[in-house]
């Protein structure tokens, strides 16, 4: 059996990790006397079986190689400011099973996310495990946030696996952090990673299981909206997945090119993202409708925070996009074959109508981005071509409201955010395009 060195110390950046001992006798009286509740179980309650504790008895689970306890104090004044440990190890698995507990002065101080870091990481890389599991009881938001912000990885809920001191019953979700996250997400010590990820065009449930992962471990979430006080699509789709979405706002109705209000909107968001990574976040999420490299936000903004912070690491998670979506929903093939797709956005007058024109005249799949301005001048550019037949429409996709349809029967004004999908000519039945 493995065991674990009973005189490991720790070192994060806001906390030291080290071994419960004989000097925290005091500090620790008087937070029982508070009823600060911040220990491992069956702590004895004061005295000389207290002083045993500390001196011998907490030590014991390292020697016999199943877990660990360690104070967790603050790194400048050395003041004791809460415990974690390690328990249930299963060598032969390489897994054990994660706890904290901050006392209550000083939580909101980001001690736990470091100390869970801290220990996290050096248990999966020098500690001989390659699995760390967390339980936190339903509705637990702190702790929720802290396993989340620390790299961890929600897996499922246990259904009534938690009971209270008053015998109260509750779920309890399961998070999990593995020697193989770190080697494959992990960021090096010291590097600052912007994030861009794709959320789809509305639905919740189009969120690829890696975007909901990256949002949930992000230290800061940034939404694009139009006001401060106004929710925006990608917002409504980042809260089915974490309460941390704050806003941001761009000029994401400007026309005509960089404006003096789009050039504020970048500048502005970027400094937002550098304050978040002087403020300690090392992972800076930015989540946008759609896909990240497909007419979106971010690529300005990346750009801006490459300026402000060269050496950002900068990384995108893709999305599902609004013709995907409108497809699916309306059961268009997009491409087939040899078939090619052209997309084009109808946000560029006359220049935008002659590439559309062109498209619809020698290109197969035609797909029209942001025509709501100017539906009726598109509808009538199919007809002229002949290819109204079969193209079809979608606005507030996946949304209350949602629009699909023919675009034949398209009348009246059609939301900026609407796609159109026009398939190409397919004759000679199954694979006739191959």
């Not at 500690?127 to 620390?150: D, H, W």
């Not at 806003?247 to 090119?257: E, I, T």
């Not at 976040?281 to 912070?309: C, K, M, W």
């Amino acid at each position: 059996m493995t065991r674990f060195d009973g005189g490991l110390r720790l070192e994060g950046e806001r906390v030291l990790l080290r071994p419960f001992g004989p000097a925290d006798l005091d500090a620790i009286t008087a937070a029982m006397r508070e009823g600060e509740n911040f220990l491992p179980p069956n702590v004895p309650s004061g005295g000389d079986p207290l002083h045993w504790w500390l001196s011998q008895g907490v030590h014991d689970l390292a020697r016999t190689g199943l877990g660990l306890h360690l104070a967790v104090t603050d790194r400048v004044t050395g003041g004791l400011s809460g415990a974690i440990g390690i328990w249930g190890v299963d060598w032969a698995a390489g897994a054990a099973v994660c706890g904290y507990a901050i006392r209550p002065p000083e939580r909101g101080r980001g001690l736990a996310t470091d100390a869970l870091r801290t220990l996290s990481r050096w248990a999966l890389s020098e500690g001989g495990l390659r699995r760390l599991e967390l339980r936190i009881r339903e509705g637990n938001v702190p702790s929720l946030r802290v396993a989340e912000k620390s790299g961890f990885r929600h897996e499922g809920l246990l259904r009534s696996a938690d009971r209270d001191p008053d015998g109260v019953i509750a779920d309890q979700h399961v998070f999990s952090l593995l020697a193989a996250d770190l080697e494959d997400g992990g960021s090096p010590e010291g590097t600052r990673r912007l994030v861009g990820v794709g959320v789809g065009p509305g639905d919740p449930e189009l969120v690829t299981a890696k975007g909901v992962r990256v949002l949930r471990e992000a230290d800061v979430v940034l939404v694009p909206v139009m006001a401060p006080d106004e929710e925006g699509r990608a917002e409504s789709v980042v809260r089915a997945y974490t309460t941390r979405a704050e806003r941001v706002v761009f000029a994401l109705n400007d026309r005509g090119g960089v404006t003096e209000r789009r050039a504020a909107a970048w500048d502005a968001a970027a400094e937002r993202v550098v304050r978040a990574f002087d403020e300690g976040a090392a992972t800076v999420a930015f989540a946008t409708i759609g896909d990240p490299h497909v007419y979106s936000t971010f690529t300005y903004l990346a750009q801006t925070v490459r300026e402000l912070r060269p050496g950002t690491e900068i990384a995108a998670v893709p999305g599902i996009t609004a013709m995907q979506d409108l497809a699916a929903r309306s059961g268009t093939v997009l491409a087939e074959g040899g078939e090619s797709v052209t997309l084009v956005p109808m946000t560029g007058g006359d220049a935008a109508f002659a590439a559309l024109r062109a498209a619809l005249e020698s290109g197969d799949t035609v797909v029209a981005y942001k025509f709501g301005s100017v539906a009726d001048e598109v509808i009538g550019a199919l007809k002229d071509a002949g290819r109204l037949d079969g193209a079809v429409y979608g606005a507030r996709l996946g949304l209350p409201g949602e629009e699909v349809g023919a675009a034949r029967e398209l009348t009246g004004p059609v939301p900026y955010l609407s796609a159109l999908i026009v398939p190409g000519v397919r004759r000679g039945g199954r694979g006739g395009r191959l």
